[in-house]
């Protein structure tokens, strides 16, 4: 565990969506998922029942000088984490973790205070008495909060978390080799153009994400539990994954950025740092597809676990703070539901068009990954299996 230190640019950080949602899982651990987070969960101490122990609600307060972060490296912008420093005389250490990481390390038991988790993971935790509820009355700027994330589907009532970073799912494509007159913005191109690209084309490591985008390709719903429907998106990838370079491992951001990836479905915050790295900017473009674009978030909890869970909410609210929250976008390059959040992001949208969001993403979460049940996660599994076996 180290001091808070963020890492080489942009604005001290590196990171990719499945660091930001997690390659080789995010969106949500997919390599967890994949052999039941539930069963991870229960057998590191948690409970696979379907309500949280009740544990008393936390309010912001320092309570513990130093705050253990488990998160993603550089996810919040170094000059909040440093005013916050100083602001309480709190030292902030942080653990990393990459995707497929996240329900290992808070199911641990390790003292962590607070985490950012996949959105989609969300309910297992709180069901497995991981998280912590929060005593929202006592937040100085949770009136900042978009109205529909005060009530999100993965957190009725918002108990237990508060909004983060959320990104949408597209196909990033190196202009040089795949020109913009070849795409007709659908899932289908990644489909008919990768037998041309000298398996130059990828696959996310993402069995959520990735079965999703076969979801949509094969004319269904990306949270589909029908067994045929889902057993058509496992051969859809079955059939592609031959044409690739396999999955993109370990990260679609050093695919991209390496020029390796000419095709590759990625996330709009990797985009965004991918655009920042490259010398030419015109090297790369996005594209969102009209079957619908994968939306997931990694929001923040405070860790059942944790020996400063006070601070943790103190944290939290800190990073509510309107200045200290447009910081974060900057650093993140991830939308945040917040006024003063979605308000840079669209301000940063002007710079990035590919960063722009339909309004029913933060309204009505259109195209968001729902959690899995235990049915559902089963058949992804299977045939998640399949397209493993040939990646």
Request: net charge negative; hydrophobic share 40%.
């Amino acid at each position: 565990m180290n001091s808070y230190m963020s890492g080489p640019d942009p604005l001290g950080g590196k990171i990719t969506r499945r660091g930001l949602f997690g390659t080789g899982a995010r969106i949500g651990g997919a390599a967890l998922l994949a052999t039941g987070a539930g069963d991870l969960l229960a057998a590191c101490g948690g409970s696979s029942s379907t309500s949280a122990p009740a544990m008393q609600p936390v309010a912001p307060k320092v309570d513990g000088k130093v705050l253990n972060l488990l998160t993603y490296p550089g996810f919040f912008a170094e000059s909040a984490v440093k005013g916050f420093e100083k602001e309480y005389g709190v030292k902030v250490e942080s653990t990393a973790f990459v995707g497929g990481q996240e329900l290992a390390k808070i199911a641990s038991g390790q003292p962590f205070d607070l985490t950012t988790p996949i959105a989609s993971q969300l309910p297992e935790i709180i069901a497995s008495g991981l998280a912590r509820p929060l005593d929202h009355e006592k937040f100085k700027y949770w009136d900042q909060i978009l109205p529909a994330f005060m009530n999100p589907p993965y957190d009725p009532g918002a108990k237990y978390s508060v909004p983060y970073a959320f990104a949408r799912c597209g196909l990033v494509y190196a202009t040089e080799w795949v020109k913009e007159s070849e795409l007709t913005g659908s899932w289908a191109d990644l489909w008919r153009l990768a037998p041309k690209l000298r398996h130059r084309a990828y696959v996310m490591n993402d069995m959520q994400t990735s079965m999703g985008m076969a979801l949509e390709y094969k004319g269904h719903d990306l949270n589909s539990g029908d067994a045929k429907q889902i057993e058509e998106a496992g051969q859809a990838l079955v059939e592609l994954m031959p044409s690739t370079g396999g999955f993109s491992d370990p990260s679609d951001e050093e695919l991209i950025i390496s020029g390796q990836g000419w095709l590759v479905p990625s996330w709009s915050n990797s985009m965004y740092f991918s655009v920042l790295q490259v010398k030419d900017r015109s090297s790369l473009g996005f594209q969102f597809c009209k079957e619908g674009s994968l939306v997931d978030m990694n929001p923040m909890i405070v860790d059942a676990a944790g020996k400063s869970p006070g601070t943790a909410a103190l944290f939290i609210d800190w990073m509510l703070k309107p200045e200290n929250m447009e910081a974060n976008v900057r650093q993140v390059g991830a939308g945040v539901p917040t006024k003063a959040g979605m308000a840079a992001y669209e301000e940063l949208g002007k710079e990035f068009p590919f960063l722009k969001v339909p309004p029913d993403i933060v309204t009505s979460f259109a195209g968001w990954q729902k959690p899995f049940t235990a049915e559902r996660r089963k058949l992804f599994t299977e045939q998640w299996s399949r397209v493993q076996a040939v990646g």
